[in-house]
């Protein structure tokens, strides 16, 4: 078990009261051990469940439309990635599917390529 950690000096009010506030909310919660017991949490991904998870990642509108226009531009990716201010290598997975982009990567692509990235029109019920 690791040493535990004393502190120098007392908490003060404010320290104190956020201390009790976080053992609150967390002595709500059941342990690892519990969830283990319950069905509930089987613990962490394994490899293969993650790469799994992860294909389905490259299924958001956002990524098809990204992809797309890349296609459609006749560029070599290399060029894009250049002009547009992304590394090659994160460019050539994301369009190959191995991976997403974040949102500020997605907006440098757009903006590169002309495009805007504007929210979907939803209809309010």
Avoid: C, H
């Amino acid at each position: 078990m690791p040493e535990r950690i004393r502190r120098q000096q007392k908490l003060n009010p404010d320290e104190a009261a956020r201390l009790r506030a976080a053992r609150a909310e967390f002595k709500a919660k059941p342990t690892k051990a519990k969830l283990l017991q319950s069905g509930e949490y089987a613990g962490p991904m394994s490899l293969d469940e993650y790469l799994s998870w992860r294909k389905g990642a490259g299924d958001a509108p956002l990524t098809r439309q990204l992809q797309a226009a890349i296609a459609a531009t006749e560029q070599s990716l290399y060029s894009i990635a250049q002009g547009s201010g992304i590394a090659a290598p994160v460019l050539q997975r994301f369009v190959s599917g191995e991976r997403g982009i974040t949102l500020d990567t997605a907006g440098k692509l757009a903006a590169y390529l002309g495009l805007s990235l504007l929210p979907e029109a939803r209809s309010k019920i």
